[in-house]
């Protein structure tokens, strides 16, 4: 059988164009087409054909080569510098100008906040275009592992804890030093003495300085290598690194808004994830969904208020475990004389409100528990039987029974969290 053999020395009469080798359905003219009907104006990006002095390269293209770049994973101007060299989408797009990595690095340096607008503008401009509903929206967080090793995040005990250890290692230090002083012979070196008390004492101000951001951010731990990324645990391991949270439209899956945050946890994230992508879409959704690690009676109550569908299910919907024989359910509400009563027929009375959990304890008399036929089963405990209560308790029963409904399970269904 024969084969056919490429020529690169081949010398056409009429040399193809660039545009040629490009394919009308190819991405890249998707993102050229983005780029163009973008206000820069809006994105504060200055684009005046009339300056005077040495030609710059066009801001068009350079914005078109960052956010081409960055959606392929290439981010280094470096990297975008030989793309431009090499890559035929990125000659494409830039037209064949190719623009070392110090003018890339430059141009992004100087329009950063520019560079965080685009998404907001290329929704809008979705919405335009029927891409984009904004109807639903979907919200979920995804763990990013960060260059920055665990042992090196630091609490405030950890930070406490080093500075007694810097500490007498400092003091320990100065006393040999006093020693070789007064006998210089048969001693170890001054000079090592000196640079290890050094270090100790560099070690020590670092500390301070972790252990005052602590304080000053209100922070549980801050990693010495990157004090942005937070430590996270999942089913399989352990790490430190970043929470990217994103918003998505039900119609077509686009991101509507995305953002990075250093919680480890989701919790208190849907309120302002889901306001965030409001503000990009310049109107209020009619319906906004996430798992379980979103449901916070708070978070949520700030959205459902605005007169926006909350679909999130509580985390003992989804563990959907039948009852224990004497679990809370057991135990009937007492709405008028706010009290719990057992299945035995006894009062659990109101005692206290924890402030910082929005948590209502509910306890039984001691003695009533102890005499009881099922203690040891219900319960324990020598102070008797407890029970606790959501200060909004109500509104945590509301936002279930809207996931329950028919419809918000349909909604619930499209999403692929789990």
């Known amino acids: 059988m024969a084969y056919r053999y490429g020529d690169r020395t081949q010398k056409t009469l009429f040399p193809q164009s660039i545009d040629e080798y490009i394919p009308e359905e190819a991405p890249v003219r998707a993102y050229d087409a983005i780029i163009d009907s973008l206000d820069f104006k809006q994105l504060g990006i200055d684009l005046d054909t009339n300056k005077v002095g040495c030609p710059q390269y066009d801001p068009k293209i350079m914005l078109k080569l960052l956010v081409y770049g960055y959606s392929y994973g290439v981010r280094s101007s470096r990297k975008l510098e030989r793309e431009t060299h090499y890559n035929l989408s990125f000659i494409w797009l830039s037209g064949g100008l190719k623009p070392d990595h110090k003018t890339i690095a430059e141009f992004r340096r100087r329009n950063k906040p520019g560079l965080t607008k685009v998404l907001k503008q290329c929704a809008r401009l979705c919405i335009e275009l029927g891409l984009i509903e904004g109807n639903t929206l979907f919200v979920d967080g995804s763990k990013i592992r960060g260059d920055a090793s665990i042992k090196n995040t630091c609490t405030r005990e950890r930070c406490e804890r080093l500075l007694k250890d810097a500490d007498k290692h400092i003091e320990q230090i100065l006393r040999e030093c006093e020693d070789v002083d007064t006998e210089e012979s048969q001693e170890p070196s001054l000079v090592k003495l000196k640079d290890e008390l050094k270090d100790r004492q560099q070690l020590k101000s670092k500390i301070n300085d972790v252990l005052k951001k602590?304080?000053?951010?209100?922070?549980?731990?801050?990693?010495?290598?990157?004090?942005?990324?937070?430590?996270?645990?999942?089913?399989?391991?352990?790490?430190?690194?970043?929470?990217?949270?994103?918003?998505?439209?039900?119609?077509?899956?686009?991101?509507?808004?995305?953002?990075?945050?250093?919680?480890?946890?989701?919790?208190?994230?849907?309120?302002?994830?889901?306001?965030?992508?409001?503000?990009?879409?310049?109107?209020?959704?009619?319906?906004?969904?996430?798992?379980?690690?979103?449901?916070?009676?708070?978070?949520?109550?700030?959205?459902?208020?605005?007169?926006?569908?909350?679909?999130?299910?509580?985390?003992?919907?989804?563990?959907?475990?039948?009852?224990?024989?004497?679990?809370?359910?057991?135990?009937?509400?007492?709405?008028?004389?706010?009290?719990?009563?057992?299945?035995?027929?006894?009062?659990?009375?109101?005692?206290?409100?924890?402030?910082?959990?929005?948590?209502?304890?509910?306890?039984?008399?001691?003695?009533?528990?102890?005499?009881?036929?099922?203690?040891?089963?219900?319960?324990?405990?020598?102070?008797?039987?407890?029970?606790?209560?959501?200060?909004?308790?109500?509104?945590?029963?509301?936002?279930?029974?809207?996931?329950?409904?028919?419809?918000?399970?349909?909604?619930?269904?499209?999403?692929?969290?789990?």
């Open 214 to 418: 602590l304080k000053e951010e209100d922070r549980r731990f801050i990693n010495t290598t990157d004090a942005d990324c937070c430590r996270f645990h999942t089913s399989t391991s352990s790490g430190t690194g970043y929470n990217a949270q994103s918003v998505v439209d039900e119609k077509h899956g686009l991101i509507v808004s995305s953002d990075v945050v250093n919680d480890n946890i989701d919790l208190k994230q849907f309120a302002v994830q889901v306001n965030n992508a409001r503000e990009t879409l310049g109107k209020k959704p009619g319906a906004a969904c996430a798992d379980c690690g979103f449901f916070k009676v708070d978070e949520l109550e700030k959205i459902a208020k605005q007169g926006i569908k909350v679909i999130v299910p509580s985390q003992r919907q989804i563990a959907d475990k039948p009852p224990k024989a004497f679990d809370r359910s057991a135990f009937k509400y007492d709405e008028t004389r706010d009290c719990y009563v057992c299945p035995e027929g006894n009062i659990l009375k109101y005692r206290r409100t924890e402030q910082q959990t929005g948590k209502k304890i509910y306890r039984v008399k001691r003695s009533t528990c102890s005499r009881c036929r099922h203690f040891g089963i219900c319960t324990k405990s020598l102070i008797g039987r407890k029970v606790v209560r959501l200060v909004k308790e109500q509104l945590r029963g509301k936002f279930e029974s809207i996931y329950k409904q028919p419809d918000s399970q349909q909604t619930y269904n499209l999403l692929s969290f789990e």
